[in-house]
């Protein structure tokens, strides 16, 4: 969790406000409304289901690019999430899930794919890559391989793209949610 926050704020730091308007490999949204939908929710939601609390609603309609800063903010507000989950109590019990117990770890496990997939979206909309190491690669591929169903019964992840290529473990979790790890390319020509 901490490396993908690391990486997420990173890669925030790359976008250019004359990008916000460039699509990107969720074909629903453009750069800035998938950039408001991962701080929302890989930042804010990621610290609210920590304390198991509601993400507050002024927060979700809210244009987080309209700040010039927005990245610094994000970048602090992971730090604050990754923080939230440091307390051994928060990974006991249930959290609610829009009506549903669930267990705090399956939770985390369904918020890391969305800070890092996310992450990568981002990242190869704006030329930059998504960093990942081979350790943090592997966990990310058995929360896939473990929730890929259930994440494409919800409309979360597309079938699996066939990924042959293994320099980069993280290209083939990427692969592995429905992504197609050469969109950029595909995007350019």
Not at 16 to 43: I, K, Y
Not at 68 to 89: C, I, K, S
């Amino acid at each position: 969790m901490k490396e993908c926050a690391a990486e997420a704020a990173r890669v925030a730091r790359g976008v250019g406000a004359d990008q916000l308007s460039m699509p990107t490999p969720c074909t629903e949204f453009d750069l800035r409304a998938l950039v408001n939908h991962w701080v929302l929710h890989s930042s804010y939601g990621l610290e609210c289901r920590a304390l198991r609390r509601s993400i507050p609603e002024e927060l979700r309609d809210r244009d987080f690019t309209t700040d010039p800063e927005w990245a610094e903010a994000y970048a602090a507000q992971l730090d604050r999430a990754v923080h939230a989950w440091t307390d051994p109590g928060v990974w006991e019990g249930e959290i609610d899930l829009s009506g549903t117990s669930t267990p705090a770890p399956v939770v985390a496990t369904m918020l890391l794919p969305e800070l890092a997939l996310h992450g990568w979206d981002v990242a190869v909309a704006t030329g930059q890559k998504f960093r990942m190491s081979a350790a943090s690669a592997a966990t990310l591929q058995q929360i896939i391989d473990s929730g890929a169903q259930r994440y494409r019964a919800y409309d979360m992840f597309a079938q699996a793209v066939a990924w042959t290529d293994g320099t980069d473990p993280f290209l083939r979790v990427v692969a592995a949610s429905g992504r197609n790890p050469h969109w950029a390319s595909s995007i350019r020509t």
